[in-house]
């Protein structure tokens, strides 16, 4: 089944442990990129990928990291983790950039307490 | 910079109403794709629509409708005949193809509540 995998689906630590939020895809899509969804701001991009390789600021990437060292994963890397950083968090990935549609996983609940 | 403006937080309609979901964007490119997605109570994301800026021919899908139009940077969204299945969080989202090519821009989405 063609699918955006995400893990862990819910997850609650305290601040400044650092995590990685794994993605990955089983559809060969060139391009993949991480949102964090907050009530009343919709989704805001983080990082993006076009390729391997190639990753690219979204709006909002302060506080995270992101490596792209294979066509299929994306992990989201938090070295430090806030309260702020509370939220919904949504990878995608679509096949030839941004011309068509995103393909999203079902989401990461992060609290950091 | 690109953006999106979803001017309604909340729709509440009773069921069988027609309901128009708009959608306003700014960009400076001359191509660029939107789209909207739908997000059920479940959390999921759905794809509904994609369209690109030479493109201005509106589409019906069912009960679904797209008006785009260029004069007026919208890009609107009707459901005909509502139901309680179409109860969600609907998303319109402006990808750029020139400078931002690969930023994806979503407004802040517009709650829909449809009562039986």
């Known amino acids: 089944e063609a699918q955006v995998t995400q893990n862990p689906r819910y997850l609650i630590t305290v601040t400044g442990k650092k995590l990685t939020v794994t993605c990955s895809q089983n559809m060969n899509h060139e391009y993949m990129s991480w949102y964090r969804q907050d009530p009343g701001l919709g989704l805001r991009q983080i990082y993006y990928?076009?390729?391997?390789?190639?990753?690219d600021k979204g709006d909002v990437p302060e506080g995270y990291k992101v490596s792209r060292k294979e066509k299929r994963n994306f992990p989201l890397i938090l070295e430090s983790p806030s309260p702020n950083q509370t939220s919904l968090y949504f990878c995608?990935?679509?096949?030839?950039?941004?011309?068509?549609?995103?393909?999203f996983g079902p989401g990461t609940r992060l609290t950091v307490t | 910079a690109q953006k999106v403006t979803q001017a309604q937080t909340e729709i509440s309609v009773v069921e069988k109403e027609d309901v128009t979901l708009d959608c306003v964007y700014e960009t400076r490119d001359t191509t660029y794709y939107l789209f909207w997605y739908k997000q059920p109570p479940s959390g999921e994301l759905v794809f509904l629509i994609r369209?690109?800026?030479?493109?201005?021919q509106n589409e019906i899908s069912g009960r679904y409708s797209w008006n785009f139009q260029k004069s007026t940077s919208s890009f609107n969204f009707t459901i005909t005949a509502s139901q309680v299945v179409d109860s969600a969080v609907y998303f319109c989202?402006?990808?750029?193809?020139?400078?931002?090519?690969?930023?994806?821009?979503f407004g802040d989405g517009t709650t829909l509540t449809v009562k039986p």
């Open positions: 989202a402006l990808s750029e193809m020139g400078t931002n090519a690969g930023k994806s821009t």
């Open positions: 995608a990935s679509s096949p030839t950039g941004l011309s068509a549609e995103q393909y």
């Open positions: 369209r690109n800026s030479f493109d201005e």
């Open positions: 990928s076009m390729n391997v390789e190639v990753t």
